[in-house]
Each structure stands twice: as C-alpha cells, then as structure tokens.
C-alpha cells in the first residue's frame, strides 16, 4: 500500500511522518478531552461543563463547592484513569510487538498479579503507611486479621526466601563447581552457620537478630573456603568427588562440636533446639525484614552470574578460553552463597537438600542455561519449603514438626540417587 509522507524540515532536523497521523491524532485527543469532561461533569452533584471550565481556568463561578469536588474528587480520578489506560496500553502494544503474540498483555501473563502481590505485601509489612491507614485499619482487632498479619504472613514470607535461597545457592555452587552433589547442607556451610549461631549464644547468651545473622555468614563463609581448599588437597584437585567428600568430613566434625556444645550448655539447647532441626515456628518482621536485604542482595548477584556460570559449568578452561576471568567468577559466587546460605540459616536455622533436590528438577525443563536454571529454581525452592512447611503442620496435628524434617525425608532419598547415578572421580 502506497503511502503519502509529509515531509518537515527545518536548518537542523528533517523527518516524514504519514499524513493520515496528524488528523488522526487530533481526534484522538478531541476524544480524550471530551471524555475528561464527561467524566468531570457526570455523579452524585452535578457541574455544567461551562462552570467545569471556568473552575479549571480559575474562574469563579460562585459556588465554592464546585473548586472542592473538581480539584479534590473528580479531578485526580480523571487523570488516574487517564495515565493507567494510557500505560496498560503502550504497555500492551509493546509486549505484542516483542513476542509477535496477538494474545500479549500485563495481565494474561501475570505482570498484573505479580504487582498487586507486591502491593498486598508492602500493605501488610508497613500498614501504619498514610496511604494505606484506612482500608488496613478496619480489619485491626479481629481475630484473623491478628494470625495472618503476626504468625501465618511472616511465617510464609520467612518460607519463600529460605526456599529460594537455599535453591539458588545449591544452583550455583553445582554449576561452578561441576558437582550435582554440591549443596550448602551437604558441604558443611550451613552447619558451620549454625555452630557459629550456637557458640554465640553459648558464650554470650541471647544475642541480637543482627548479630546472630553476622556471626551466619561468618561461618558460612570460613566454610566454602575451607572445603574448596581440602578438595583442592586431593588426588586430581577440587573434584566432585573430592569437594565432596571434604565437605561430607567436615560436616561431621562441625556437627560433633555442635553437638558438645549443647550437651554441655542445657540453656543454650532449650533456646534453640527446635530450631537447629530447620523450623520456620515462631518468626516474625522482625527476623524477616533482619535477613532481607542480605538474601536480596545476594539473589540479584546471582541472576547477574547466569551467563558466566553457564559457561563455567562447560569447564574452567573453556570459560578462560572464552576471555572469562574465572577467577573474579568464583569470588563472586561465592559472596552469593555465603549471603544466601548464612541468612537462610539465621532465619530458619540448617534446612536440608533443598540446595541439592531443586537444581535437579528445573534440569528437567531447562538443560544448562543458568540464566534461566537460577530464577526457576527461586521459584521452585520457594514452593517447595512452602508445601514442606505446611505438611510440617498438618501430619502430625496439633503436634508440628520441624520443615527441615520433612525436606530430609524427600532430599536423602534422592541425594542416594544421585551418589550413585551421577558422580565420578
């Protein structure tokens, strides 16, 4: 189809535009200020559109009451609704035109109800928030709204960033390392968190969230250390096998001290005791909003690895070949998983093979692109703490168990598996 180009040129600049786009576009926006006046004139009290006029102009039109129902009331709503359509709509062309699909749109593939959970939640963590005051505080006082908003939302919330730290981290550390049995449990890096969460409150008593949470990456991180050099020790280096095996030794050491302490301070085992099993009982936005940002920081380092991981995961030497500097990679991750692992530590105390069990199960959707394993398997880990925490509930009814009970009952099976089916020396 032939088109007829208007042409405009000036000293600096020169463009074409279609001649049927500038009378098309003055009646759009002929319609769209009609229907601001409508929307202006039309309720409960009536305006003329001549006294709408004059009050948007500053016109007095001898009715005071006209300003505070325009200005207040009617004004702010038209251009609301004027923005919102105006964004779901550039919104919509431009997801169609990305994807090539007729059918795109925010709220078919779930942009919508991922903003509204967002906004749900910053509406429970912060309803004191002027903007949010009224529709919160007619529910104050009853009885649902004080379980949701104090036990049962923390609760959850606590159960979404363990899972999905604990998966993306086991992620990480089976693609750099090359090891399907690699897990922040299985290694030794959540036992040591929790030794150094025990001896602390061993020796200084009921210490603060804040410090409990530091003394977690402390010992998280002596630890990935500490069994990469002890694989690195081994016949043919950090192995699978070797990290391994290094990781499976020192767990029982920590494990073994962790124990004396207990046995020795009955007061520190009282105070901890359910949870050195994994339990997710008792938390609260305090514990919460402690660990939040270390588990978001680390979780935004390690969606930015994907790529380099991905390539790590074919072999260091192919990665060097490659121009990646593998050795910046590594320290990178670890960080991840040294944030990842101590806070979901600190918030739930050591929750097993979820690291190891959830890599695997996104490997069966997506191969080796770790752009894509990484945020699947927040997801995945997420759901799946979740579906452990409430059969933790409901099994044994009104006794609860221990989430990281449960998680074990699924993960050692499949850790056997893997023992067995996956890994060489």
Request: charged share 10%; glycine share 8%; hydrophobic share 55%.
């Amino acid at each position: 189809m032939k088109v007829d180009w208007l042409v405009i040129r000036s000293e600096t600049i020169s463009f074409r535009i279609d001649r049927r786009v500038p009378p098309i576009l003055l009646c759009l926006a002929v319609a769209v200020v009609v229907a601001m006046v409508m929307n202006l004139v039309r309720g409960e009290y009536p305006i003329s559109p001549l006294d709408i006029v004059k009050t948007v102009l500053g016109i007095d039109t001898g009715n005071p009451d006209h300003a505070f129902v325009i200005y207040n009331l009617r004004l702010p709503r038209t251009l609301v609704a004027f923005m919102v359509g105006m964004a779901l709509a550039v919104s919509g062309t431009i997801f169609q035109g990305i994807t090539r699909n007729p059918l795109a749109d925010p709220g078919i593939i779930g942009i919508n109800a991922g903003a509204g959970l967002a906004a749900v939640t910053v509406i429970v963590l912060f309803p004191s928030a002027p903007i949010y005051t009224l529709p919160v505080s007619a529910f104050v006082g009853s009885y649902e709204h004080l379980v949701i908003q104090t036990v049962r939302l923390p609760r959850s919330l606590v159960a979404l960033l363990v899972g999905s730290a604990l998966a993306v981290s086991g992620a990480l550390m089976q693609g750099l390392t090359r090891n399907p049995l690699a897990d922040p449990g299985i290694l030794g890096i959540e036992s040591r968190a929790a030794l150094a969460v025990v001896a602390t409150i061993f020796v200084f008593g009921s210490s603060s969230l804040s410090v409990l949470t530091t003394v977690a990456f402390l010992g998280a991180g002596v630890t990935a250390m500490l069994v990469y050099f002890l694989g690195s020790l081994g016949k043919g280096g950090a192995t699978p096998l070797n990290i391994t095996v290094a990781g499976a030794a020192l767990t029982a050491l920590i494990s073994s001290l962790t124990t004396a302490i207990l046995i020795v301070s009955q007061r520190t085992l009282e105070e901890i005791r359910f949870w050195l099993a994994g339990s997710l009982a008792g938390r609260d936005f305090n514990i919460l909003l402690s660990a939040l940002p270390f588990v978001m920081i680390g979780l935004v380092v390690a969606f930015a690895l994907g790529r380099q991981i991905t390539t790590m995961s074919l072999g260091e030497d192919v990665a060097k070949g490659l121009g990646q500097q593998t050795a910046w990679v590594k320290i990178t991750t670890a960080i991840s998983v040294v944030l990842l692992a101590g806070s979901s530590v600190s918030l739930a105390g050591p929750i097993g093979f979820i690291g190891l069990v959830v890599p695997h199960i996104v490997r069966f959707f997506i191969k080796a692109d770790y752009r894509w394993i990484l945020p699947y398997s927040a997801v995945v880990g997420a759901t799946l703490i979740l579906v452990a925490d409430v059969a933790a509930r409901v099994l044994l009814k009104p006794q609860e168990l221990p989430v990281g009970v449960m998680t074990a009952l699924v993960g050692a099976p499949f850790f056997v598996y893997l023992a067995k089916s996956k890994v060489k020396k």
